[in-house]
């Protein structure tokens, strides 16, 4: 897995956070406080695999984690519909200025997400499936790009099977094997997996219960650092 750092949380410093070390340096956590989205829209996911139901079944895994970590997001299917009214489909919403969905709707934050990967991937004894999610979220203000990341989630099939019979049998059992496992695989279990991995790099938003003790420690920091009685490490 490539994590792709994000462009105001370089060093999230989750550590210090989570101890309380009072000589931690918060000004990471306060340069992006300053400009933390309170609301997301979600735009439907650009799709650059096969797979025709990727950018539908991702939709439904992305709400979920965000909400949980303390930020409101806009319904999709209510975006997607507005959407449509305005003669905007799918994929067409990724050239809608970003600063229109602050105007129009009021949200602080686009979540742009490419699939890259939603594949299976079939050997003689084995599948692969595959996910590649890349996120982006983006300032409404600024239009400009304010945490990133991709992730790969991957699952594979390759138990060792006893087949009787000659060389043949034995090939053909292997593959439908891997078919049926790959067939089987559950891509929105994967997905979600993704997306887990992805949004806990993202500091609490003011609906996470952890968000009010962060501030009160990065206050409790800049205070320290005013008055010149401490310095960030």
Known sequence: MRRLASLLLLPL???CVASGDATADYSAEEAWYRRAPRSVIVLPARN???AVEAGRLFI???SKPLVERGYYVYPPEIVAEILRREGIYDEQAWDVPPQNFRRYLGADAVLYVRIENWDTSYMVV???????????LVDTVSGETIWEDREVV???SGDSVQVQGDAISWLVFSTVSATVTALTTDYVTLANEANSLAVKDILPGVYNPSYHQLQQEIEAWRKSVNAGTGEGR
């Not at 084995?126 to 982006?136: D, F, K």
């Open 126 to 136: 084995a599948s692969s499936v595959a996910v590649t999610l890349e996120y982006r």
């Open 48 to 50: 650059d695999t096969t």
């Open 154 to 156: 991957a699952r594979s």
């Open 60 to 62: 439904s895994t992305i």
């Open 13 to 15: 410093l989750s550590g």
